[in-house]
């Protein structure tokens, strides 16, 4: 192999991973036939594709993630319930316990955390919904919770160790 | 309503290259890329991130599909097909570059005056 068809080949980790094991081979193929012709012409384009088109996929799999976080989040009763119920504060908009794509997963680990003193009893309107899973909460349930039924500690580092008590209790 | 000149939204101009090269016969990418340089002239040269970009997204809009490579053939290369919904688009493109032509003819653009 020569050494621009290795330094093409290594350039080829700037697109996605999924392009590349779809594509990889044959774009390196064609590179190798490419390269005979001539090449100032070639690395030019290459250079542009690198600027250009890896972006553009890197792009284009964010959106179908993101499309599909979103035709989750949508079938999710939970998420759907607030347009239906008669307290905005209790079903608000709630996370769904199995984001499926790299952004969702933070706002995943984070809606899992459980508020300080959590039990499923204390709180029906939250978890009368099978889809919802006990230690899934969302901000507006917090809110709800802590109005209703127990206010939360006044110091936020306070809460936070809490929190994190509880975190690491579950198992995760 | 007045029909506008151009009611289609234009193709890419790679995915009409590719389409025309896959007209008349299946064809691996770095085929598709000869024959296009080819029918060109040598004046249009697919990069492989181009090629391979459009080739992905005509495969998911369902232009082309992809066929068993011949026994004879490296089987790394993968073959395309145009469909016939490759077929349609292309033709309804060649519609409207056609009537954008007769458009351009119409105007003193055809003949060498000013």
Not at chain 1, 4 to 33: A, K, T
Not at chain 2, 31 to 40: H, P, T, W
Request: charged content about 25%.
């Amino acid at each position: 192999m020569k050494v621009s068809e290795r330094i093409y080949r290594w350039l080829l980790r700037l697109y996605p991973r999924d392009f590349r094991d779809e594509y990889g081979e044959e774009m390196s193929l064609l590179f190798r036939h490419r390269a005979a012709d001539g090449s100032f012409r070639l690395w030019l384009q290459v250079l542009g594709d690198l600027l250009f088109h890896a972006p553009r996929e890197h792009w284009n799999i964010l959106k179908q993630d993101l499309r599909y976080a979103i035709r989750t989040l949508l079938r999710e009763r939970v998420f759907a319930q607030p347009l239906s119920s008669p307290s905005p504060w209790v079903s608000a908009p709630t996370l769904p316990s199995s984001a499926p794509s790299t952004p969702f997963s933070y706002a995943t680990f984070l809606s899992r955390i459980r508020i300080p003193s959590w039990r499923s009893t204390q709180h029906p309107a939250i978890n009368s919904t099978r889809a919802l899973p006990i230690r899934t909460i969302s901000i507006c349930g917090i809110v709800e919770y802590s109005r209703r039924w127990q206010p939360l500690p006044k110091c936020p580092s306070r809460w936070m160790r809490m929190a994190g008590r509880n975190l690491l209790r579950d198992n995760w | 309503m007045k029909k506008p000149l151009l009611p289609e939204r234009p193709m890419a101009p790679a995915v009409f290259h590719i389409l025309i090269a896959l007209a008349d016969q299946p064809l691996h990418g770095y085929g598709i890329m000869l024959d296009i340089a080819r029918r060109s002239d040598d004046k249009v040269k697919l990069s492989p991130g181009t090629l391979y970009g459009s080739i992905k997204l005509m495969l998911e809009e369902g232009l082309i599909e992809e066929i068993a490579a011949p026994a004879d053939d490296d089987e790394r290369r993968r073959y395309y097909r145009i469909t016939r919904a490759g077929r349609e688009a292309a033709r309804q493109e060649m519609a409207r570059m056609s009537a954008l032509l007769n458009h351009a003819r119409l105007t003193s653009l055809r003949s060498n005056e000013g």
